[in-house]
């Protein structure tokens, strides 16, 4: 088995992990999430979306965390954006302000991808590729999130040959690369292997990411699956937060500080501060008002 030496991690939680929170968390906070987890080390951050604010009213605030994140060089930031509209909203903002990459999202499922952005597989493409192409003529990068690659909270059992149509469909619009999402925690490691290798039929090993969701307590074993076939870039959330407003009952992003313990135990090099992701955790799970959802921070945590 040969794993990889280095992993890039993208932490979602500012997006993924608060887009579904019952109660408002204000901008500030979610800046100075973006703020610690760019102190912890990470590279990439998912920092909001520019979506329908009656659909995700808890991304509503996307332009004003966008002006107030404080930027670090080498730091990537990137923001969900569906359609022309979203891309529009993004560049609205000075130059400085714009995401360096945009996301795109999805679904091998075509029950999720009505429920979540209300169309079609086929019509989510034609949606995407014109920002795909607007994005990458101003030097923004593309990422697509391909959601229930596993498992779908309507259809159920997805087959890998869905996810490679998918894969297929991003390439042909331009997409540089796409994250393999388990949105609803459902995937077990053998089948998370099969959805990459089908993504693999289209994407190179650099371009592919995972993106798993706990709910069903098996994300870290995914992700120890996914790194055995070459997969080295990983989306995750920090303390856990998260979940999908249209996947009732998923619970959050694998933890970001359970996926660094593990691979810092395995001697693979993250770039990251456990113990500042950890801080960056408890930031925000104080401001929720609630325990961290990730076990390697309580482990810690009972420690200090
Ligand atoms: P729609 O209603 O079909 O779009 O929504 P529409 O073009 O008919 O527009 C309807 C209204 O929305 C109009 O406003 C538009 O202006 C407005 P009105 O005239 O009624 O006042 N609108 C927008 N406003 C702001 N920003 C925009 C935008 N687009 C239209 N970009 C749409 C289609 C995709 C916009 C809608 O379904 C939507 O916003 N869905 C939200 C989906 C979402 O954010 N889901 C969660 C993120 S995906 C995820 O979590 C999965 C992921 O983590 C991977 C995984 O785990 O699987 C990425
Ligand atoms: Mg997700």
Not at 145 to 159: F, K, L, N, Q, R
């Amino acid at each position: 088995m040969k794993l990889p030496t280095r992993v890039q991690i993208v932490d979602v939680g500012p997006r993924d992990g608060l887009q579904n929170e019952k109660q408002p968390v204000p901008a500030e906070i979610k800046i100075g999430l973006v703020q610690r987890l760019q102190e912890a080390g990470l590279k990439e951050i998912e920092v909001t979306s520019f979506v329908s604010p009656k659909w995700v009213p808890q991304m509503a605030d996307n332009a004003e965390v966008m002006r107030g994140i404080r930027r670090l060089p080498g730091v990537r930031y990137s923001a969900l954006a569906p359609n022309m509209k979203g891309l529009e909203a993004a560049l609205a903002a000075p130059r400085e302000q714009w995401p360096d990459e945009i996301v795109v999202f999805g679904a091998a499922s075509e029950a999720f991808s009505q429920k979540n952005i209300n169309c079609s597989i086929a019509e989510s493409i034609e949606r995407f590729a014109p920002v795909a192409e607007a994005a990458r003529a101003r030097g923004i990068a593309v990422r697509g999130a391909m959601s229930c690659t596993v498992g779908c909270p309507y259809e159920g059992d997805i087959a890998p040959e869905k996810v490679g149509y998918l894969a297929k469909l991003m390439k042909d619009i331009g997409v540089q690369r796409v994250d393999v999402a388990d949105t609803i925690g459902v995937g077990t490691p053998l089948k998370v292997q099969r959805a990459i290798e089908a993504t693999l039929a289209h994407y190179g090993i650099d371009g592919i990411s995972g993106h798993f969701h706990d709910t069903y307590g098996q994300a870290i074993a995914n992700t120890l699956a996914a790194l055995e076939l070459g997969v080295w870039n990983f989306q995750s959330s920090v303390a856990g937060l998260g979940g999908c407003p249209y996947a009732k009952g998923a619970t959050g992003n694998v933890a970001t500080e359970d996926v660094v313990y593990m691979l810092h135990g395995m001697g693979i090099d993250t770039g990251i501060d456990l113990d500042k992701l950890i801080d960056a955790g408890v930031y925000i799970s104080d401001a929720l008002g609630r325990k961290t959802g990730s076990r390697v921070a309580t482990a810690v945590l009972n420690k200090r």
